[in-house]
């Protein structure tokens, strides 16, 4: 029987606010150097107008000179690659939000505060029997490759996170701490290959690809409790409110 799966918080919401944060910052520099290219430009755009115009009535031609202008804007007023990670962040959440969807009768929770803490949860949820739950910290890359676990850092392609695992046990235990029932961490890799579909750390830690999040999620044991689930999604709701950081 498919059973509601309740659903606490907006994911990737706190990324997309550093991203949206961190643009209108770089914004003004970019303002700044199109107005230092604007009498280039418009000569530019004047010079390609006047020779198309030889072959093209002038209408045409006005518009056909306005793409070399329309490429050089696009360039100088590009995200920045700090903007660019925070929103592809973003979007790796919410992809990973979608995938915890298909669970049957789970409750989750998405970038929730931390108990005692500045930082947030990308995502917990809490198993049907109420006495358990999962913390995913999404980690998601454009560049692909290959995952693996280099002692406790994760490494992704030829990309190295320090933090990733440090960071996932400790949110993890923060959890722990205030649901006061076990929480399994997991790190949720979006975009990229985790080999045989999962990799353990020695601390009980999983890495598995975000595609098959609930697939692995799904295959946890339990025998659903309403009352205790009731109870333990109550507890959750009390103690990890959503981040507004």
């Known amino acids: 029987m498919k059973l509601h799966t309740r659903i606490h918080g ?4 706190s990324a997309e606010r550093e991203a949206e944060r961190l643009r209108r910052l770089e ?7 199109a107005l230092r290219w604007l009498a280039p430009l418009l000569i530019l755009w004047f010079i390609v107008a006047t020779a198309l115009s030889i072959l093209l009535p002038l209408s045409i031609a006005a518009l056909v000179a306005t793409g070399p202008l329309w490429h050089l804007l ?8 700090a903007v660019q990670r925070w929103r592809a962040g973003a979007a ?3 992809r990973t939000a979608r995938v ?7 409750a989750l929770f998405h970038d929730c505060s931390l108990p005692d803490s500045r ?6 949820a809490v198993i049907p029997d109420g006495r358990g739950a999962v913390l995913i910290n999404t980690k998601t890359t454009r560049g692909g490759g290959t995952v693996r676990l280099h002692g406790d850092t994760l490494v992704i392609g030829r990309s190295s996170y320090p933090r990733a695992v440090p960071g996932t046990l400790h949110e993890s235990q923060s959890v722990q701490r205030a649901l006061g029932v076990p929480v399994h961490p997991v790190i949720a890799v979006d975009g990229a290959d985790v080999p045989g579909g999962r990799l353990e750390h020695r601390s ?12 692995v999620l799904a295959r946890v044991p339990h025998q659903p409790d309403e009352a205790a689930f009731r109870a333990l999604v109550e507890r959750a709701a009390a103690a990890l ?3 507004t950081g």
């Not at 930082?119 to 917990?124: G, L, P, S, T």
């Not at 009980?204 to 697939?215: D, E, I, K, W």
């Open 119 to 124: 930082a947030n949860a990308d995502h917990v």
């Open 10 to 13: 907006d994911p990737g919401a």
């Open 204 to 215: 009980g830690l999983t890495v598995v690809p975000a595609s098959r999040l609930h697939r």
């Open 92 to 94: 790796g959440e919410r």
């Open 27 to 33: 914004l003004p520099a970019q303002h700044r150097r």
């Open 100 to 106: 915890l969807r298909r669970l049957n009768g789970w």
């Open 241 to 243: 409110p959503s981040y």
């Open 74 to 81: 696009r360039h100088i007023y590009a995200p920045g690659p």
